[in-house]
């Protein structure tokens, strides 16, 4: 199986910076992709940027140019570099990982997600 765990949320002034941080570890063949999303109070969860170990990503539009994801392939981490922040994206962040897996003879996907980390903007 495998464990994610984040860190690095906090309380930040509107403007400022954050950078959140998600170790990987466990059993898996590959990993496939690692982002992270995040959830509002009283909205639904949405992705906020994911990339693969190869360095292509995706974000969100309201994220754009302000954030931007990275992963260090050999420490099975993925960063999330929140400049300018805004109070809505007030939310708890989620790290995901798509993994590889195998059990016998199959090779199925699988899905971890972490246990989130509060990131708090204030005005």
């Known amino acids: 199986q495998v464990q994610l765990v984040e860190s690095g949320g906090g309380l930040v002034q509107a403007g400022g910076s954050l950078r959140l941080s998600c170790v990987l570890s466990g059993s898996y063949v590959s990993i496939y992709t690692m982002g992270w999303y995040r959830q509002a109070p009283g909205k639904q969860r949405e992705l906020v940027a994911v990339t693969t170990t190869g360095g292509r990503a995706n974000y969100a539009d309201s994220v754009k140019v302000r954030f931007t994801i990275s992963m260090d392939n050999a420490k099975n981490t993925v960063y999330l570099q929140m400049n300018s922040l805004k109070t809505e994206d007030t939310a708890v962040y989620y790290c995901?990982?798509?993994?590889?897996?195998?059990?016998?003879?199959?090779?199925?996907?699988?899905?971890?997600w972490g246990q989130g980390t509060q990131v708090a903007v204030s005005s």
């Open positions: 995901n990982a798509d993994v590889e897996g195998q059990i016998r003879e199959f090779y199925t996907e699988y899905e971890y």
